[in-house]
């Protein structure tokens, strides 16, 4: 059973602190990771990653895959309140048909206090 | 806006209601799904279209009943639901754009209580 596991499930920290959240994966037939931010209702999209070891950045996020360990850190230095939410992280696989679910982690509840 | 629009945004459904859920994507993707959230949970999914063929159902009880008529909206129908099904519904839309990568849009979701 394709399984995506994420750590931690909380964290809660000052502002202008660096995160890291991490994410595990054991799933057949990888394709990519992704990563959504979950402040309300609808995920927003922050990165896929395909490659291993090729890093994304994104502002003060930036993210990074390695396919060899089965794993996705996310990090997010000089926390802002704004950046309070769930960080989900889910993986897809190689269907063939151009119709991919996502096998998605619990995420991580950031908290950032002011 | 995400460009997936969902509607309503909350439900309220006694036992033995039927009502529907319903999603519609502005973004011109050939795939369509629906996830369940619940508290405490992963994002579960539950149905996959693409263009407009159901191509997966991840086991979901017949309660629920996706409806896809082209592959610009979606529902789901819900009938005779159980307390344990109350959570929001995120529909979902997607292009599989090969090297270029994978769009894959949420919309706002659907608060479901059912009393």
């Known amino acids: 059973e394709d399984k995506v596991v994420q750590s931690p499930l909380s964290l809660v920290v000052h502002e202008g602190d660096t995160v890291t959240l991490n994410c595990s994966y054991e799933?057949?037939?990888?394709?990519?990771l992704l990563w959504y931010k979950q402040e309300k209702k609808a995920p927003t999209f922050l990165f896929m990653l395909?490659?291993?070891?090729i890093e994304k950045k994104s502002g003060r996020l930036s993210s990074i895959l390695d396919k060899k360990e089965l794993f996705s850190i996310l990090n997010i230095t000089a926390t802002q309140t704004g950046d309070s939410a769930v960080y989900l992280c889910?993986?897809?696989?190689?269907?063939?048909?151009?119709?991919?679910?996502?096998?998605f982690g619990k995420g991580t509840h950031l908290i950032i206090q002011p | 806006e995400t460009g997936v629009t969902q509607t309503p945004r909350h439900l309220v459904m006694g036992m033995t209601n039927k009502k529907s859920l319903k999603c519609e994507q502005h973004?011109?993707?050939?795939?369509m799904y629906w996830y369940k959230q619940s508290a405490k949970k992963p994002l579960e999914l539950m149905f996959v279209?693409?263009?407009?063929?159901?191509?997966e159902n991840n086991s979901v009880p017949s309660r629920f009943s996706p409806e896809c008529p082209n592959s610009s909206h979606l529902f789901l129908h819900l009938h005779t639901l159980q307390p344990e099904d109350s959570a929001l519904y995120l529909c979902?839309?997607?292009?599989?754009?090969?090297?270029?990568?994978?769009?894959?849009?949420f919309g706002s979701g659907t608060r479901l209580t059912v009393v």
């Open positions: 973004l011109g993707h050939n795939a």
């Open positions: 889910a993986a897809t696989i190689y269907s063939g048909g151009g119709a991919d679910g996502l096998t």
């Open positions: 279209y693409n263009f407009k063929e159901q191509t």
């Open positions: 799933v057949t037939n990888f394709r990519s």
């Open positions: 395909t490659s291993s070891g």
């Open positions: 979902a839309s997607s292009q599989d754009r090969g090297g270029k990568g994978f769009g894959y849009t």
